[in-house]
């Protein structure tokens, strides 16, 4: 998959993923969604389209090394959420369970985005 695909599909996603919170706030569940909901999403997504836009260009320039780029770039990713979860609770008192609902949220499918790009790259690199 080339970068600018990975990116419009990548902005296609996230606008995709950001309505059901949207229209939870806009229709009176605003309960159900943390009030720093688009900090965390705005983190995640951002995180997100740094692994992917990294491990592409690593796939571009060092194609042996796609799949350990790949786990590299996710353990960073994961290391990244766990240190912003420990400041924004430091910082922030929030209804546990709502954040922990909004930010997997958000996390899983961002983490099953990064999944899918790189079955749709690996896939696209077996073809040839």
Same mark, same amino acid.
């Given at each position: ?8 599909f ?13 229209w ?5 569940? #605003? ?7 688009? @900090? !965390? /999403?705005?983190f995640?997504?951002?995180l997100?389209?740094? %692994? =992917? ?16 780029a790949?786990?590299? #770039?996710?353990s960073?990713?994961i290391?990244?959420c @766990? !240190? /912003? ?8 008192? %929030? =209804? ?5 609902d ?12 990064e ?9 696209n690199?077996?073809?040839?």
């Amino acid at each position: 998959m080339k970068i600018y695909q990975a990116i419009l599909f990548y902005l296609w996603f996230t606008f995709i993923i950001a309505i059901p919170p949207y229209w939870l706030n806009a229709n009176g569940h #605003a309960a159900l969604i943390t009030p720093q909901f688009w @900090l !965390i /999403f705005s983190f995640l997504s951002g995180l997100t389209l740094l %692994v =992917v836009t990294t491990i592409l260009i690593i796939r571009q320039m060092y194609p042996k090394f796609f799949s350990e780029a790949f786990m590299a #770039a996710t353990s960073v990713k994961i290391l990244a959420c @766990l !240190i /912003f979860v420990f400041i924004f609770l430091a910082k922030n008192k %929030v =209804v546990k369970y709502v954040f922990l609902d909004d930010f997997f949220y958000v996390y899983f499918l961002n983490t099953a985005f990064e999944v899918y790009i790189l079955l749709r790259t690996l896939r696209n690199k077996n073809l040839r």
